[in-house]
């Protein structure tokens, strides 16, 4: 009895090891998948919305495109809506 007892915690540690390892690689896929591209999307939408207050309206437009490119929201959408309406009203 006493080797199967000495057994069992090993036995624990593989499966804790296991589950551990199992969700290191879930949230690196994650950050892969989802994370990343969504900070970067952010980011090109944060930059087209500082240069849309500054009157920059061709920088914000490509900072935009390169935000919907990445991923798609509904903020760049209207950002974009608001776009057209200033190359609108200046034609």
Known sequence: MSILSRL???RNVAAMLMVSLVVALLVLAYMFL???PMTQARNAYNKAQIAYERGDYDDSREY???SLSIWDTQ???ELQDML???QNSSE
């Open 34 to 36: 989802v994370g990343i």
């Open 64 to 66: 935009l495109d390169e």
């Open 75 to 77: 903020e760049a959408r």
């Open 8 to 10: 069992k915690p090993s």
């Open 84 to 86: 057209k309406d200033v």
